[in-house]
């Protein structure tokens, strides 16, 4: 979620050279099949790669199969529903409400926590909420970075696809609905948001 | 004094142009900015307030240096004693318009200011509402008020009625008046209205691609711009006792006093070109 905040402050306030690039990055999982992501993710996540070795020698992380791997994969994949969305909102919030901040000797701190963040509210909560959503959901980037081991690295639709091969089906079933019941829960709740932070006059 | 030249590249329709503009602006005046869509009007005004900077040139206010490009001084809009009107008025949609004003001063103390300008502005009723709720008419005229809650030196307007009616727009025009006699800021308003600069302004800029074309009061400087202009008008009816031709365009009615041998051809639903020195206007 920081992360997602600090990339959008730069996306939205900066017209950088490389913009488009890291706009592009940003959004390339919701279009790069899951084992592409999966692949190149656990290639740097290897302990001799200079991802995995950083993180190795900072953090004491193993990050190939292990929690904190998918963790971080998660962040990554999950990126676009977390940046896109904010963006968009502050894209269509009038550029006059910063200017008229400005000139009425707002910094831009007290701008940005009070005239256009309270302004995205509900693009924010929105994206928090499918972007929990789907990292509940993920299913392939999961399956290569961590490996599907039990205790560890085994999430709930790791889980089904477990229960799955074993000829679980009653378990498959159960896990099955309660990831159902979790997502259309998620999405009424979104439209609820949605609806109630509409205002009554345009 | 106000004294502004500044230069700059701006990319308009027909591709880029030079802005290049030299005007100096008497302390308490009020003063109109004119031209056409596109021709640096807004650009001029956010320089001014420095929400966007020149390519090179000189703002001061009194003895304020406010930009200078010789010397790399650029004063933040934060620091410069500016107060600016939006056309989409700008109110902040998550506070009341208790909270825009309160958020405008930053203080609470000066209860009795807020009072004395939600009165002058007749916005007493509408405290606690969300600028959603509120008409084009109150909206301007709260935005109006949380500027000159900071009594800024300059008050930059930028179409700021142009959204409006036009019996609302005489309305704020003459709250904007009053606002100008009682508090003296420097006044400088983009308006395409000329009723709006006569009434207002002490001096009329005209703008073309920009460069100021031409200044001086609004009834030298507008009259000469109409003198320039024939006008094009649907003819709307021919009296033949009295000779007299009424026709119609956008501006207003029209009518002409025209020879027996002008008006012999002459059919009414035709267009009709018109040289300003013919016409009059009804209001």
Redesign the interface.
């Given at each position: 979620m920081v992360i997602g905040f600090v990339l959008v402050f730069f996306i939205h306030h900066f017209d950088f050279l490389l913009k488009n690039l890291v706009k592009s990055l940003v959004t390339l999982p919701l279009v790069l099949p899951p084992s592409v992501l999966g692949y190149y993710l656990l290639v740097s996540f290897q302990q001799n790669a200079f991802l995995g070795k950083w993180f190795e020698i900072i953090f004491n992380v193993q990050l190939a199969f292990s929690f904190e791997g998918i963790l971080l994969g998660s962040i990554i994949f999950s990126l676009p529903f977390m940046v896109n969305p904010v963006l968009s909102a502050l894209d269509n919030l009038?550029v006059?409400?910063q200017?008229?901040?400005?000139?009425?000797?707002?910094?831009r701190f007290v701008t940005y926590t009070?005239?256009i963040l309270?302004?995205v509210?509900p693009a924010i909560l929105t994206s928090l909420i499918l972007t929990f959503a789907h990292t509940i959901g993920e299913f392939g980037v999961i399956l290569m970075i961590g490996g599907n081991i039990p205790g560890e690295t085994r999430v709930a639709s790791l889980a089904i696809y477990h229960e799955l091969e074993a000829l679980n089906y009653g378990m498959a079933n159960s896990y099955s609905l309660i990831l159902l019941g979790f997502s259309l829960t998620i999405l009424l709740v979104v439209y609820y948001f949605q609806k109630r932070f509409k205002?009554?006059?345009? | 004094m106000i004294e502004i030249i500044l230069k700059r590249h701006l990319k308009g329709q027909s591709g880029l142009f030079e802005l290049d503009i030299d005007m100096q602006l008497k302390k308490g005046g009020f003063y109109a900015l004119m031209g056409e869509s596109g021709v640096g009007k807004t650009s001029v005004l956010k320089i001014i307030a420095g929400l966007m900077k020149a390519g090179s040139g000189k703002i001061t206010y009194e003895q304020e240096v406010w930009f200078d490009s010789d010397n790399s001084i650029f004063v933040k809009p934060q620091k410069r004693s500016v107060g600016f009107v939006f056309q989409d008025y700008a109110l902040f949609p998550n506070m009341s318009v208790i909270q825009n004003l309160y958020f405008a001063i930053g203080k609470v103390s000066e209860k009795k200011e807020i009072d004395e300008i939600l009165e002058l502005m007749n916005l007493g009723d509408l405290v606690k509402s969300k600028p959603q709720e509120l008409s084009g008419g109150q909206q301007q005229r709260v935005a109006l008020a949380r500027v000159i809650l900071r009594k800024p030196d300059i008050v930059l307007l930028d179409e700021p009625l142009a959204a409006l009616d036009q019996k609302l727009r005489e309305k704020l025009q003459k709250d904007l008046q009053s606002l100008h006699h009682k508090y003296g800021f420097t006044a400088l308003m983009v308006t395409h209205d000329e009723l709006e600069a006569t009434r207002l302004a002490d001096e009329v800029f005209i703008m073309e691609l920009g460069k100021v074309i031409r200044k001086g009061t609004p009834k030298n400087v507008l009259n000469t711009l109409l003198d320039l202009n024939s006008i094009e008008a649907e003819i709307l009816d021919v009296d033949f006792e009295s000779n007299e031709l009424t026709a119609t365009n956008h501006r207003g009615i029209f009518k002409v006093n025209l020879s027996e041998s002008q008006l012999k051809n002459i059919k009414v639903g035709q267009m009709i070109k018109l040289n300003s020195k013919d016409w009059k206007i009804n209001e």
């Open positions: 009038m006059s409400l200017e008229a901040s400005f000139t009425l000797g707002k910094s009070q005239v309270p302004n509210k205002p009554d006059f345009t | -």
